[in-house]
């Protein structure tokens, strides 16, 4: 019903720049936030950062001030851009988003993951 597609992973090296997207398609009402996490094998998920439909952002602490969520409600798209980016920046990228049905339910859909690696 609801696909996230994800495009622009890559290897870079270490304070390298790398632009992240993700675009919805599919049936729905809306999309509320939207957002970036990433993992690494063995390790937790956590939260890179996120967007209202407004276009207010909040960030993970590792990360702000090197990396900048977008979105474009009129293409559903989220996009993250990651400047100066770390070795420990290295890990599988996950877009998600917030969508409201149009019968009014509201589903965390994920995206298939992209593979960001920073290393020299």
């Known amino acids: 019903q609801v696909q996230l597609v994800e495009s622009g992973g890559g290897l870079v090296q270490p304070g390298g720049s790398l632009r992240l997207s993700c675009a919805a398609s599919g049936s729905f009402l809306r999309i509320n936030a939207m957002g970036w996490y990433r993992q690494v094998l063995g390790k937790e998920r956590e939260l890179v950062a996120s967007?209202?439909?407004?276009?207010?952002?909040t960030y993970g602490d590792s990360v702000k001030g090197r990396f900048t969520i977008s979105r474009d409600n009129a293409k559903n798209t989220v996009y993250l851009q990651m400047t100066s980016l770390k070795p420990e920046d290295t890990a599988v990228y996950y877009c998600n988003a917030d969508v409201v049905s149009r019968t009014f339910s509201v589903r965390r859909y994920w995206g298939q993951g992209t593979q960001v690696t920073a290393s020299s």
């Open positions: 967007i209202t439909s407004g276009g207010s952002a």
